[in-house]
């Protein structure tokens, strides 16, 4: 493809890229290249690891903690706990390349938002429960009323839509929700400030 004159006028203005930014955008694309394979399941934390640590000989210690962010970044609260554990476990070994490495508090920040997300689960499906039996009581009496006019009311659908559509459970989780993104952004904010 021919760039247009105007293209090329602008272009030429801009200059030559200094061969340290030259340098910098081969090292993130090489990051990402990393980074990708390791996400397809290509390379595994060692794998990593060591083409990292390669990268790290070539470039300097930057690299590595480019690549820690670039993890960082993909934490999700609401993310699988498989995939939260692969990250976990690149950031963790991505630490040791670093001269002065942050390991143990990397990890305890990590192991707190592990336990930041069971402890999540955890509320979710005890308040669920708990509104579950008082709807349960409630839907029999009018299954009971519904049997004796002969129709038939499939009981977990209707506990279940009852509870979805309840007040008490969309402030549950709408007050539940906003508490754990808060903890959870805290963690992920204190991570970043390590590497």
Known sequence: MELSPL?????AKIGDLSPEEKGKIKQSGEMDSLLSEYFKGALSPE??????????????ESIVGGAQGKLIDTLRSQMSQADF??????ILAIETIKAEGKYSLLEA???SIVALRQKYTQTREQA?????????????????????????I???????????NSPQWKGFITEHEKTFEEMFNGYIAQL???I
């Open 192 to 194: 970043r400030e390590l």
């Open 47 to 60: 794998g990593l690891w060591k083409k990292l640590k390669v990268l790290k000989e070539q470039s300097g």
């Open 85 to 90: 554990e692969q990250r976990r476990s690149a």
């Open 7 to 11: 293209a090329r006028e602008r272009l």
């Open 109 to 111: 920040i990590l192991n």
């Open 128 to 152: 669920y429960k708990q509104l579950k039996a008082g709807m349960e009581k409630q839907l029999q009496a009018a299954a009971q009323e519904a049997l004796k006019q002969g129709m038939q």
């Open 154 to 164: 499939d009981m977990e659908s209707s506990v279940e839509a009852n509870i979805k």
